[in-house]
């Protein structure tokens, strides 16, 4: 594993309390510290402005630009500081520089940036949600273009516990980017029912207390399936761990147990994990709990998903034409 950090990432920093604020990849940084993962360090390259018109318009990038000139809210939850600029800079610059290294070295490429990105649409807010979601530049985003040079096809899957909006947005009917999004049905930002595709967007929408084992059924039934048909040489993965059961921003019931068993499930491929939500207590237990996945492999020995999720399940097979 390869970890990208750097302490620019810690100077977006709201003023007074914000749950997207520099401590959460200091809890990050403790764990990983303990479970002896913090090595091989990376240190991030800093996007240039002409990486981040690939997937935003200029108009956005040049409010963004400005409004980081001074502390403050550019909507509802979104803060920008006087560093802000070259956090996300760095934020996007850094998932860029992973997918270089992912293509010449399967391994995890764990890039754990701030601001997170999954939000951001081409022009700021998408597909009709509230606000940014704490997020400036659409980080994955950039990872998917950079894939796009290499490969025909690209796949991104987002485990973050709230639809990636964003993504889905820029990438909105290029079939050749295929976005597996597990996140959470009925919370921010909105968007992302089961039907909503291009033919290239799968949107596991999960209900409200989801466990474990109900995401490892959906895994089961629809990831491997499409993980098999395209078999990527990278996978990128928008790795939110606000699923984590009382992380704070959401119900689900998630443990070390899914992240594991995500982690173990990608370690044929070369992965570009670019770290999107988590709060708390999926920062400490969720993140490492991936990472040891990846490295030492997870066993699973049964399964128990909810009769609801098994109907989810079936629908989404369905509407993706997926054998039953
Ligand atoms: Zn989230």
């Known amino acids: 594993m390869k970890i990208y950090y750097d302490d620019v990432f810690l100077k977006h920093r709201p003023v007074g309390y914000h749950p997207e604020n520099p401590e959460r990849l200091k809890i990050v940084r403790r764990a990983l ?3 002896g993962y913090w090595k091989n360090l990376v240190k991030p390259k800093v996007a240039e402005v002409e990486d ?4 935003h318009d200029g ?12 502390f403050g809210y550019i909507d509802s939850d979104t803060y920008v500081c006087k560093d802000s600029w070259i956090s996300a800079l760095t934020a996007f610059g850094c998932a860029i520089q992973c997918v270089e290294n992912a293509v010449r070295e399967r391994d995890l490429h764990l890039a754990l940036v701030r ?11 998408a597909f009709n949600a509230p606000s940014l979601g704490f997020c400036l530049f659409n980080n994955v985003a950039g990872a998917i273009v950079k894939v796009k040079e290499f490969f025909d096809k690209v796949l991104v899957i987002d485990f973050d516990v709230h639809h990636g909006n964003g993504t889905q947005e820029i990438f909105w009917g290029d079939l050749d980017v295929v976005h597996i999004d597990l996140h959470e049905h009925g919370i921010y930002p909105g968007s992302g029912a089961l039907e909503e595709t291009d033919g290239a967007k799968v949107n596991i929408a999960l209900p409200h207390y989801s466990s474990d084992d109900d995401y490892i059924h959906a895994w089961n039934e629809v990831v491997d399936p499409i993980l ?10 928008s790795a939110g761990f ?21 982690g173990s499930k990608l370690r044929k491929f070369s992965v570009v994990a670019v770290l999107e939500g988590g709060y708390s207590v999926g920062l400490e237990r969720g993140l490492p709990a991936f990472v040891e996945g990846y490295v030492k492999g997870y066993e699973i020995e049964e399964v128990n998903p909810s009769s609801k999720v098994i109907e989810v399940v079936k629908k989404l097979k369905r509407i993706h034409g997926l054998p039953p």
């Open 33 to 35: 510290e303990e479970r």
């Open 52 to 55: 981040l018109l690939k997937v």
């Open 228 to 237: 098999d048909e395209i078999d990527p040489k990278v996978v990128l993965v």
């Open 115 to 125: 601001p997170p990105g999954h939000h951001a649409g081409k022009r700021g807010v």
């Open 242 to 262: 606000d699923a984590f059961s009382n992380d704070g921003l959401a119900t689900m019931e998630l443990t070390e147990k899914f992240y594991s068993f995500a």
């Open 59 to 70: 108009s956005y990038v040049e409010f963004v630009r400005e409004r980081c000139e001074h």
